[in-house]
């Protein structure tokens, strides 16, 4: 490869200036004129009847425009299963349902008028927990579902199921089995901007939204959909995005908020903006998904994997987002991580009337990688194998086909695990530990290992894993790229503009990248599934090769040469060597063997019959929709990492302390290491704060610790010191051999660290997050079962 | 209740005219449209609203508008130069990565300013305990410390 200019260097964001000085606009910030403000009643119980709703008080308010109920609004069904509407009408399933709704002049009037709001409930009986509401005789959440028919289980009619191979025969044939039931919790996305949204209408009844969302073309889709219900079929529809204040993925659905604020600008014909509080984020953002699941992997006497068996019970709360979606990705893991021939996977999504999920950073990898990684090692144990040893016998490699058939080109894996090994001291350690040393009075050290592997090469969930893009060049050789990848912090924005000033050929300077509007942006499924910089990147290359294609037409025909004898090089025309420039020879010449970009395209627009040189393509990578039997190359390159970590745990307290973190990843190519690092070190933040402090306390459904006084984010002082590692491979479908790397960071966290807890004292918890009670129960527990049998006097 | 009070924004006297139960970040958001001082919380929890008042960084949503009265007040917006030359922090900020979404970046640059000003050399401890209370939930905090510290003429 030639050498490059921009690819691989360490350059700040694009949008950085903006935010270090307080310019960039949030929809926290954004005003239009005229605007009300809207805000939404939620229900009082988590199931009831009811009985009647009295707004009179609410809409005789001086300063309130519009208050709406279930039974203002047309039917307009929403979710993933179409299970749930903007505001609910009869019956409330959920504390977060949202039964009315005011727009006023300002935010205090709206909450004031929200208080005059008299409803009557009829409670219902509730069920908190999947077991509860598989039950017999449990109260049925839904009773008809989107098509009318008669639902007769709490049970989500959803086919995940996945096998491979023959997980009896694989078990038949193990030496060594083990098993466990893991759990996962509720966990806020916490982006510390709030969501918000401002819905407008102009005279012809076309809508703006102006939004956060990660999805702005299938949120596009979605509002057309809801206007056609409110009777507004020929209206458009425009999603402009702001500066988002964070996504992992709580943007990846279009929320009841959302629909909420277009039906109150319709009915003042106001711009409506709805802005969340954080007591709102904490009940009204949807969550990551919860699961309880049992695992068992077996393995031949040489260690080898024979099996890995499943199943899988999630909650799914009072209506259905894209949490029940999840095991979609979980299967990756499942299936495909490490070398495993039989596999069966089942997992059962249940209706309660707790708070419901959605995407969120790994889309369930995370948690299905915490049961398989706590397993392993477990079985690690039962084999006799040293843990790292054991994954190292395991490990996937390039040329691989998994069982999911998932085609793995590159894999890094085995030198990420091998590299963590290595920065943790691992040999020494396990020394250490069998003398005894990892022990200081009550504080004991234990190092623990995971590993992950996650679609690095896009995501075709949908039939379309596509990326339009527009490249424009002005008079002056300042190239604008439209993308309709959204920047949510990442560094998309940044990324993209160094992958296309490379690959056109420009100084950097000379590149602007256009986004976050669909008036003006080509068509994108989504920034998700850590797939916008690969997508968008290959987008911008072969995007790239068209608008070069064009520059060299027209330039050859001003400086009479082939087009194949030109190159473009930062900004600059250059006529390859030895080859014969006749008629412009002279401008040619004269700045030795090239000219200056703007030079050719000024000479190009101001001539008769002129032209101006933009380019657009479309890109869809070449990966597949699962089939039927959720089966096929769902990613077209795969993303591996491994992290180690070393923790200190008190035996007094239940305290856990990271000492050391390593997070190696196989990225392909780093297209940017700092921001890539980045990515790890947040990413890994996510995943330490899902391990060891994260949930949403839910009690009756309801949240009990919506701040973040009680919901534990980590802070600076908590100190986890993170080495990325990254390792590349060179994956011949990135761009410039990357892979995503977005949600990765935050898969193997927990597993490795309940891995560390379990070397270090020998006790294996299994529920997350691992807090310090837990950790104590767990020695008590372990000190009891040890007196009981082995000494019963004590 | 009204009242007018007269403070230093930025480094100009200002006047407002200031509610009993108003903070000190509706004031400066809403009247003086600084939306650099963002609303994380509105509760004193996660410090995206911190502004320095006379050397001190606090939470200006729990703040009393009035007891802004006679102080010098500094948000986000004040660091910059008109021309838009970036204060040395601002610049490491965006030199180290320590910017992603960007909502907690005010907040953890003049948090780090106060501690700056008054400790020109603080040790990796002094920098984390400072910052404790400006959440972030993008960068896990190791870029924003190694910009502070850079910012403090110490390599990191
Ligand atoms: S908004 Fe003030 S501390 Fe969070
Ligand atoms: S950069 Fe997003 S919260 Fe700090």
Redesign the pocket.
């Known amino acids: 490869m030639s050498e490059l200019n921009y690819v691989g260097r360490r350059l700040p964001k694009v949008d950085a200036r903006d935010k270090v000085t307080g310019r960039a606009v949030y929809i926290n910030d954004l005003k239009r004129p005229g605007m009300l403000h809207g805000k939404i009643l939620y229900s009082a119980h988590p199931h009831a009847i009811v009985k009647s709703i009295d707004v009179s008080r609410a809409r005789a308010l001086p300063g309130v425009r519009a208050v709406l109920t279930g039974q203002d609004i047309p039917e307009m069904p929403i979710g993933f299963l179409q299970d749930n509407r903007p505001l609910k009408k009869d019956r409330v399933r959920t504390c977060r349902d949202e039964i009315a709704a005011v727009a006023a002049v300002d935010q205090e009037t709206a909450a004031e008028a929200l208080e005059l709001i008299r409803v009557e409930y009829e409670p219902l009986p509730a069920v908190f927990t999947p077991e509860e509401a598989l039950a017999e005789g449990a109260p049925l959440i839904h009773e008809y579902d989107a098509k009318g028919k008669p639902i007769t289980s709490n049970k989500l009619k959803l086919p995940w199921k996945l096998i491979c191979g023959d997980v009896e025969e694989g078990r038949g044939r193990s030496r060594h089995v083990a098993q466990g039931t893991y759990r996962t919790t509720w966990i806020n996305h916490c982006c510390?901007g709030t969501s918000g949204v401002i819905a407008e209408f102009d005279l012809d009844r076309n809508l703006t939204m102006y939004s956060i969302t990660q999805i702005p073309y299938l949120a596009q889709n979605d509002y057309l959909a809801a206007l056609k219900a409110m009777g507004l079929g020929r209206s458009r529809v425009r999603v402009v995005c702001q500066t988002i204040?964070?996504g992992f993925g709580s943007k990846l659905d279009t929320h009841c908020y959302e629909f909420i604020a277009i039906l109150l600008a319709q009915a003042t014909g106001k711009p409506v903006k709805i802005q969340f509080n954080r007591e709102e984020e904490f009940l009204a953002q949807a969550t990551r998904q919860p699961v309880v699941m049992e695992v068992s992997q077996g393995c031949d006497h040489n260690g080898r994997l024979a099996f890995r068996d499943v199943h899988m019970l999630l909650d799914n709360g009072g209506y259905t987002s894209w949490g029940a979606t999840t095991p979609s990705v979980m299967m990756v893991p499942i299936s495909s991580l490490y070398r495993v021939p039989n596999v069966r996977y089942v997992a059962d999504c249940v209706y309660t009337n707790n708070l419901y999920a959605q995407a969120m950073r790994g889309y369930g990898n995370p948690q299905a990688t915490f049961g398989i990684e706590s397993n392993l090692d477990q079985l690690a144990l039962e084999a006799g194998i040293d843990p790292v040893e054991f994954r190292l016998i395991n490990a996937n490699q390039g040329g691989d086909v998994t069982p999911q058939r998932f085609v793995v080109k590159t894999c890094g894996l085995p030198e990420c695990i091998e590299k963590v090994r290595d920065g943790l001291g691992w040999p020494e350690h396990r020394k250490a530990r069998e003398e005894g040393r990892n022990r200081d009075g009550h504080k004991v050290r234990g190092q623990g290992v995971a590993s992950l592997i996650h679609v690095g090469g896009g995501a075709r969930v949908y039939r379309s894993d596509g990326h339009g893009m527009i490249m424009k060049l002005d008079d002056f050789g300042q190239l604008k790229v439209f993308t309709g990848a959204v920047e949510i912090?990442q560094g998309n924005e940044t990324v993209l503009r160094q992958v296309a000033a490379e690959a056109v050929g420009l100084c950097i300077e000379d590149v602007q990248v256009v986004s976050h509007d669909t008036d003006i942006c080509p068509w994108d499924v989504g920034t998700h599934a850590s797939r916008a910089a690969f997508i968008s990147g290959n987008a911008a290359i072969q995007c790239a090769a068209e608008l070069r294609r064009k520059i060299f037409e027209l330039a050859a025909a001003q400086l009479e040469v082939g087009p194949d004898d030109l190159d473009l090089r930062q900004g600059m025309v250059v006529v390859a060597r030895g080859a014969e420039a006749e008629g412009q020879r002279l401008a040619v010449t004269e700045k030795g063997e090239s000219i200056p970009l703007s030079k050719v395209l000024r000479r190009g627009h101001f001539s008769p019959q002129g032209r101006m040189i933009i380019a657009e393509t479309f890109y869809d990578p070449p990966n597949e929709m699962l089939d039927k039997e959720f089966k096929g190359n769902l990613s077209c390159s795969w993303a591996f990492g491994a992290s180690g970590v070393e923790v200190e745990v008190d035996l007094q307290t239940g305290q856990v302390r990271i000492l050391k973190y390593l997070a190696a990843h196989d990225v392909g190519r780093a297209l940017n290491p700092m921001l890539l690092e980045g990515q790890i070190y947040g990413g890994s933040m996510m995943g330490v704060g899902m391990a060891l402090s994260e949930e949403v306390k839910l009690e009756r459904g309801r949240p009990v610790n919506g701040n973040f006084l009680d919901y534990k984010l980590l802070t600076a002082k908590d100190r986890v010191p993170i080495t990325p590692i990254i390792v590349e491979t060179d994956d011949p479908a990135g761009p410039y051999g990357a892979k995503g790397v977005g949600e990765p960071g935050c898969v193997p966290s927990a597993p490795a660290i309940a891995n560390a807890i379990f070397d270090a004292v020998g006790v294996r918890i299994s529920e997350l997050p691992i807090t310090p009670e837990r950790v104590l129960r767990a020695l008590r527990e372990k000190k009891e079962d040890y007196c009981r049998i082995a000494r019963p006097a004590c | 209740m009204k009242r007018t009070i007269e403070f230093e924004l930025n480094g100009q006297l200002v006047s407002a005219e200031v509610g009993g139960g108003q903070t000190l970040l509706e004031l400066l958001r809403q009247r003086f449209e600084l939306t650099g001082v963002k609303e994380g919380c509105g509760a004193g929890e996660c410090g995206a609203c911190t502004v320095i008042v006379d050397g001190r960084a606090l939470t200006a949503c729990i703040y009393p508008a009035m007891e802004a009265e006679g102080r010098s007040v500094t948000t986000i917006e004040g660091l910059a130069t008109a021309e838009g030359a970036l204060h040395p922090l601002q610049s490491a900020f965006v030199e180290h990565g320590a910017?992603?979404?960007?909502?907690?970046?005010p907040g953890?640059v003049l948090s780090a300013k106060a501690l700056l000003d008054q400790n020109p050399d603080p040790s990796e401890d002094e920098i984390r305990t400072a910052l404790e209370g400006n959440?972030?939930?993008?960068?896990g905090y190791q870029q924003i410390i190694e910009a502070v510290k850079a910012a403090a003429g110490r390599k990191p």
């Open positions: 510390l204040g964070g912090g | 910017v992603q979404c960007g909502f907690c970046t953890n959440l972030c939930r993008c960068t």
